[in-house]
């Protein structure tokens, strides 16, 4: 039998991208948490490029960045697929991905900023949740490759739930439900499948981590 483990960090949105993947295909792995203000010999050793998380260990074969891991899972464990088999539907789906991966990047530029910096921060997301309640979930889907979830929701996940907690942080409500009803409704949707919900970094830890994170970064700044 394969052993797969992980190695993760619990705040990294990528992380769980992999955590949410391994669980819906119902694949048995070994959890690592690593302590990114101490990296590890393991994460240096298996990702001597980046040093980063998530690493997706395949019987000591290590595999890098959150959406090639999916990629790779998808095709070694074929069950529950994760991007669709029509060609057309999977190069939309893959469009859609690289679209979110793209914009992954703002929660950081939303998190360290103040000032005219985070306003910028703000128009960004604002645009981006535009693109996604006008083009990505037209068609009254419940998530963006219709009745069942796929990558796309996996890679626009931070919207879901990261955003809020960094609104929160930061003293800021970027997203409002009534101005973007299907992005809204599809977070629901989201955050209600049960692998998900008991899938993600807890709100109060999460918000602690990061307002912390945050005051020590912008005191660092202003000195």
């Known amino acids: 039998m394969a052993v ?12 769980y991208r992999v955590i949410w993947a391994l669980k819906l295909k119902g694949i048995p792995y070994e959890y690592i948490e690593e302590d990114l203000s101490n990296k590890s010999h393991l994460l240096l050793q298996y990702n001597p490029i980046h040093k980063k998380v998530p690493v997706l260990l395949h019987d000591g074969k290590p595999i890098c960045e959150s959406t090639v891991i999916l990629r790779y899972i998808d095709e070694i464990w074929p069950q529950n697929p994760l991007l669709p088999a029509d060609p ?3 190069a939309v789906a893959l469009f859609w991905i690289k679209f979110a991966d793209d914009k992954v990047f703002l929660l950081s530029k939303l998190y360290q900023t103040d000032g005219e910096e985070q306003q910028a921060a703000v128009k960004e997301w604002l645009e981006m949740l535009e693109v996604m309640e006008e083009h990505a979930l037209i068609g009254g889907k419940k998530f963006f490759g219709g009745d069942e979830i796929n990558m796309v929701d996996m890679a626009f996940s931070f919207v879901a739930h990261w955003l809020g907690i960094l609104e929160d942080v930061v003293g800021l409500e970027i997203f409002e439900p009534h101005k973007f ?3 809204s409704s599809w977070i629901q949707n989201f955050k209600s499948i049960p692998i998900i919900k008991e899938n993600l970094p807890d709100v109060d830890k999460m918000y602690a981590f990061s307002k912390h994170g945050r005051e020590m970064m912008l005191a660092s700044k202003s000195n």
Do not use: D, N
Not at 4 to 15: E, M, R, T
């Open 181 to 183: 009803p299907r992005v």
């Open 4 to 15: 797969v483990k992980l190695i993760g960090a619990w705040p990294s949105a990528y992380c």
């Open 88 to 90: 057309y539907e999977r």
